[in-house]
């Protein structure tokens, strides 16, 4: 594809070559910079799990909300102004419950509603995760400090489509009553994926 | 493909590296590499699938020891590159040194015909196929059967997407296969979905 490339000897470092891609890109004219500074801001502000936390807790606390939720996931985003990416055309919330525990991977990459989640966790991306999730679910969930009991069921939901998906935890009895962003703060990323469950649940 | 990258059900791999509440970048180049081929997306330069595959097509042994942002790296120079965006040359010059690119790609294919409108409760049978290009069947599900729990949205058809094929676009399935069914005595007890398009489906007889 170069003829007149001569091999360097020696590999890019990465930061190397990611300098060398965003020069290229600067040259082009695409302004990187700008476009890195936006993705910081949209991971650290905009893509956070407090997006799925407050959907949680609309769901948790209104029966209207949760049907409309079970039956189109991304409309109900979108009324708590949420959004997904174009290409993301449906989220699928699925419900745990004291007998059924869902739980999300990508075998073949690393698929999340990130900007409902959050960006996934590196173990999600790491090639055991996505090796073993889908084959020894329950061996995987106890090494990761969520012992099962043997009545529980486990569904595992492996993102091979643009189809999403996120994990409805099991609400904590003690928290029956709490306003909504309260009961938001308390979901986590890692109970959305659907390895952990609540405290006390 | 058959590629490393397809790795549900694969064995050897040991305990998860799960701490709770783990982060996502470790380093900096990490978060502008992650930008930086979003940026290419959003300008049109090459599509998700395409990306995806560009990461399948790398060398198996740079894939297995890589790191996660450097496999989105290794696609994004490997897609600049065959788009003719930068050459590889000019690409090694900025980076002063060897910038592994992954390999080509086989040529897709459009839609498979005899595509059927399946409906909840059907049984379904994952085709027996083995397709060089990018495909999004996981190969554990390969043959075997499942039931469909509901028709999610139609998407661009990945084996057409990833290679520039012209195709329509084509429902998905949720379909649920039992741990059991594909790996008889060798897996942990429960349900497997998977979001599978029409093409690489049959009914079940």
């Known amino acids: ?201 | 493909m058959d590629g490393v990258h397809d790795m549900g059900g694969r064995q050897g791999f040991g305990p998860i590296h799960y701490t709770p509440g783990a982060a996502t970048f470790h380093a900096e180049w990490e978060r502008r590499a992650n930008a930086l081929y979003g940026l290419a997306v959003r300008h049109g330069i090459f599509n998700m699938d395409e990306y995806r595959h560009g990461i399948e097509r790398m060398d198996p042994r740079h894939y297995m020891g890589a790191s996660y942002y450097e496999r989105t790296l290794t696609s994004l120079a490997t897609l600049l590159v065959e788009k003719g965006v930068v050459t590889r040359a000019e690409l090694e010059q900025l980076a002063q040194g060897f910038v592994p690119l992954s390999a080509p790609a086989a040529p897709g294919r459009t839609n498979l015909p005899n595509r059927e409108r399946f409906q909840p409760g059907d049984r379904v049978r994952v085709r027996d196929e083995f397709f060089a290009g990018h495909i999004r069947m996981p190969a554990y599900i390969r043959g075997k059967t499942g039931v469909v729990v509901r028709e999610t949205p139609i998407y661009p058809f990945p084996d057409a997407h990833a290679h520039g094929v012209p195709a329509e676009d084509e429902p998905t399935f949720d379909v649920a296969f039992r741990s059991e069914d594909l790996w008889p005595q060798g897996a942990d007890s429960a349900l497997v979905h998977v979001g599978v398009f029409q093409s690489y489906l049959d009914r079940a007889t």
């Not at chain 1, 290409?87 to 991977?105: F, G, S």
């Not at chain 1, 099962?148 to 091979?160: G, H, N, Q």
């Open chain 1, 1 to 201: 594809m170069d003829d007149q490339r001569i091999a360097p000897t020696r590999t890019a470092s990465v930061e190397q070559r990611t300098d060398a891609i965003q020069a290229v890109m600067e040259a082009r004219g695409m302004q990187p910079g700008a476009a890195i500074d936006s993705a910081y801001q949209l991971a650290e502000e905009e893509w956070v799990p407090l997006n799925g936390g407050r959907i949680v807790a609309k769901a948790w606390t209104d029966p209207a909300f949760r049907q409309r939720l079970l039956a189109n996931g991304k409309a109900a985003a979108a009324e708590l102004g949420l959004s997904m990416p174009p290409h993301h055309r449906h989220l699928v919330a699925l419900e745990n419950t004291a007998d059924l525990q869902n739980v999300i991977v990508c075998t073949l990459c690393s698929c999340t509603a990130f900007t409902i989640i959050g960006l996934p966790p590196e173990w999600y991306k790491d090639l055991d995760y996505r090796a073993r999730a889908v084959r020894q679910s329950r061996t995987v969930l106890k090494e990761m400090g969520l012992d099962l009991p043997a009545s529980t069921e486990i569904r595992v939901w492996d993102t091979t489509t643009d189809t999403r998906y996120m994990v409805i935890p099991t609400q904590p009895p003690e928290t029956i009553g709490w306003p909504e962003d309260k009961l938001a703060a308390i979901v986590t990323k890692d109970a959305m994926i659907g390895v952990a469950r609540l405290p006390g649940t």
